[in-house]
């Protein structure tokens, strides 16, 4: 039904950026929000930042001032740029999306198959 394809992860150093984009696919009425959440090895998956339709966007405390969460509607893109990056940052991000597929449909979530970040001291 729908498809979420993420790219950008990798290796950086602390201190550097990077920008994280997902682009989404498929059958696709609306997309209510996108958004990205992190899971770091032995922790749970955790908000980095979500933008609704409206262009609203919360921001965890653990990257504000430090992230820019940004969409595109017309590629049904969202994208995540982080600056300054810390070796805590380290972690599997994935993308997601909350999409109503017809105009009869409800919400659904959609998610990411995930990609590495690494931020090395």
């Known amino acids: 039904q729908v498809q979420l394809v993420e790219s950008g992860g990798g290796l950086v150093q602390a201190g550097g950026s990077l920008r994280l984009s997902c682009a989404a696919s498929?059958?696709?009425?609306?997309?209510?929000?996108m958004g990205w959440y992190r899971q770091a090895p032995g922790k749970q998956r955790e908000l980095v930042a979500v933008i609704r339709s409206g262009n609203s966007t919360n921001y965890s405390n653990s990257v504000k001032g430090r992230a820019t969460i940004s969409r595109d509607n017309a590629k049904n893109t969202v994208y995540l740029q982080m600056n300054s990056l810390k070796p805590e940052d380290t972690a599997v991000y994935y993308c997601n999306a909350r999409v109503v597929v017809t105009r009869w449909a409800y919400e659904d979530d959609y998610w990411g198959q995930g990609t590495q970040v690494t931020v090395s001291s």
């Open positions: 498929g059958s696709i009425f609306r997309i209510n929000a």
